[in-house]
């Protein structure tokens, strides 16, 4: 089973910031990672990923204000969220290029952390 252990989700006013993390295996973190997140009544959008060479891709809504990062040496990934606005309240899931067993690497997000509330709050 693939464990994405994440962390640092929380409530803050807007124009704050938060940090989250992601932690898992050598072999997952190896495939390319990312952060998804899913408003209330919205669907679940990626907002930005990661790969082990360190390319990044983010959503328009959210350049200039979170930074992706990768720590290889704990096969950690980090999602600094900077001048966080009330559109920006959602559960955040970390994701890995893996199948659902976490046997192979894929194309696509296969694998889900259990989800971090963030809630900003005006």
């Known amino acids: 089973q693939v464990q994405l252990v994440e962390s640092g989700g929380g409530s803050v006013q807007a124009g704050g910031s938060l940090n989250l993390s992601c932690a898992t295996s050598a072999f997952i973190f190896s495939c390319g990672m990312g952060w998804y997140r899913q408003a209330p009544g919205k669907e679940r959008e990626l907002v930005s990923s990661i790969n082990r060479n360190g390319t990044t891709t983010y959503a328009d809504s959210v350049k200039g204000r979170f930074t992706i990062s990768q720590d290889k040496a704990d096969n950690t990934i980090y999602l600094q969220m900077n001048d966080l606005t009330t559109a920006d309240t959602a559960v955040y899931y970390c994701?890995?290029?893996?199948?659902?067993?976490?046997?192979?690497?894929?194309?696509?997000?296969?694998?889900w952390g259990q989800g971090t509330q963030v809630t900003v709050s005006s």
């Open positions: 994701a890995a290029r893996v199948g659902q067993m976490g046997w192979s690497c894929v194309s696509h997000f296969g694998a």
